[in-house]
């Protein structure tokens, strides 16, 4: 399955974004699915993963109560809803799919999109 990611943007802290996740190839539903982040200067890191079903999720601690994700197996489609931004949510996110489910390190995911930028100014 190929992956595209989209929806970056600059937003203002406090703001909203949405991005979107297209999968395109062999069957989506057949992934476990997360998103990544990586800001300048520092390593990749585990945003959230939702499951093959819809219907389980998992966050990382820094976006958990703002952040949600979700997707829709029907449209090949995965999201991030991003809430009350903060600067410190600046980075390029990529979207992954694996095979494990919750998987929050890299290793877990085996497919990735080219990443997205977001820009959240103070």
């Known amino acids: 399955v190929q992956l595209q990611a989209s929806g970056g943007g600059l937003v203002q802290a406090g703001g909203s974004l949405r991005l979107s996740c297209a999968a395109s190839?062999?069957?989506?539903?057949?992934?476990?699915t997360g998103w990544f982040r990586q800001a300048p200067g520092k390593e990749r890191e585990f945003v959230a993963a939702i499951s093959w079903t819809e219907v389980s999720t998992y966050y990382a601690d820094s976006v958990k109560g703002r952040f949600t994700i979700s997707r829709d197996n029907a449209k090949n489609t995965l999201y991030l809803h991003m809430s009350r931004l903060k600067p410190e949510d600046t980075a390029v996110y990529y979207c992954a799919a694996g095979d494990r489910y919750p998987a929050a390190i890299m290793a877990g995911y085996g497919l990735w999109g080219q990443g997205t930028q977001v820009t959240v100014s103070s």
């Open positions: 190839g062999r069957t989506f539903s057949n992934y476990a």
